[in-house]
């Protein structure tokens, strides 16, 4: 039954979903995906299947909400909020526990900006993977390359630090872990299946206290924070293409590009250079008034010769 699914029967099956009322384009674009990827594990698992010409649709998915660089300020105010609720704010139960998880919130969104990590991957950090000589967080990834090193910050010391000194730290093992080179995960919770979601739900929550414009709508959530992360790098070390990749762990220039938003500064500095451009008709009057007085510089800068004197 497999060797008679053909390209047609794809593109059938996605315009037929594409047509229900209650599924979107995208929605489509994901079920269609699914079925290719099912039709791949089945010829990568049964040998008479090797040469079979396997049938694929290309469809595309229209971006639903963009990405956006978070701005400092917006930074700043989640993680003040998060580590100091407002005084009128009450936890609707379980008061300590749930100030203890807006703590792991504002530590995660730290680190999710100073790592330019996923968010799993910074909620599942463990300490033996911090190089305290050579200054290196290892990061490990599934979606992309399986590992890649970081620069080790200071802000991302003091975070780890402070989770060690205050037994915020836990092992596998339930222990509680005060070596900073011990195995034990950076958050007591990384064992909770649902913790990246709670955590997600905290900075929503602590967000709408601080009055932002966080949310997909709005093109800023926790995954927002390595777009930031990305692209001030690429800013601070002039378009460093080959080094901003490697922390960032992307494999080709087409996913990375989608990472690397436009800046205000570029924008007015593209804006005075060409006013510039404009300037060299505009300075002389004419083009003809142009030439003449690059002629006259050029006759200025042009060296004296030393007349013969006949002897």
């Known amino acids: 039954m497999i060797r008679e699914c053909t390209e047609t029967d794809l593109r059938e099956f996605y315009q037929r979903l594409r047509f229900k009322p209650t599924i979107s384009q995208n929605s489509a674009a994901v079920f269609v995906g699914r079925v290719q990827g099912m039709l791949k594990a089945a010829q990568e698992a049964k040998p008479d299947l090797i040469n079979w010409l396997r049938p694929k649709l290309k469809v595309t998915r229209k971006t639903e909400f963009e990405r956006r660089v978070v701005e400092d300020w917006e930074y700043k105010a989640l993680v003040q909020i998060l580590l100091n609720p407002p005084a009128g704010h009450k936890f609707n139960s379980r008061k300590e526990q749930r100030a203890a998880l807006w703590r792991d919130a504002a530590?995660?969104?730290?680190l999710l900006r100073l790592t330019g990590g996923r968010l799993?991957?910074?909620l599942r950090m463990k300490l033996d993977q911090f190089n305290w000589k050579k200054r290196t967080v290892?990061?490990?990834?599934?979606?992309t390359e399986n590992e890649r090193d970081v620069p080790l910050s200071k802000?991302?010391?003091?975070?780890?630090?402070a989770r060690v000194r205050q037994g915020l730290t836990k092992s596998e093992s339930l222990s509680t872990d005060t070596n900073l080179s011990g195995s034990a995960f950076v958050f007591a919770r990384a064992t909770m299946a649902t913790f990246d979601n709670t955590i997600?739900?905290?900075?929503?929550?602590?967000a709408r206290l601080a009055k932002l414009n966080y949310g997909q709508a709005n093109g800023w959530t926790c995954h927002s924070l390595r777009h930031t992360f990305i692209t001030?790098?690429?800013k601070v070390t002039g378009n460093d293409v080959g080094t901003?990749?490697?922390y960032s762990g992307h494999k080709t220039l087409e996913s990375f590009s989608n990472y690397i938003h436009p800046a205000d500064e570029g924008r007015i500095v593209s804006m005075q250079a060409l006013d510039n451009v404009d300037a060299i008709l505009t300075a002389q009057g004419s083009a003809d008034g142009v030439r003449s007085?690059?002629?006259v510089k050029k006759r200025s800068r042009k060296p004296s010769q030393n007349k013969q004197v006949a002897v």
């Open 107 to 110: 530590d995660a969104v730290v």
């Open 200 to 206: 997600a739900r905290a900075c929503l929550r602590a």
């Open 155 to 161: 802000g991302i010391e003091r975070v780890i630090r």
């Open 120 to 122: 799993n991957e910074v």
């Open 244 to 246: 901003v990749m490697k």
């Open 232 to 234: 001030h790098l690429m």
């Open 138 to 143: 290892r990061l490990y990834a599934s979606k």
């Open 293 to 295: 007085n690059e002629s």
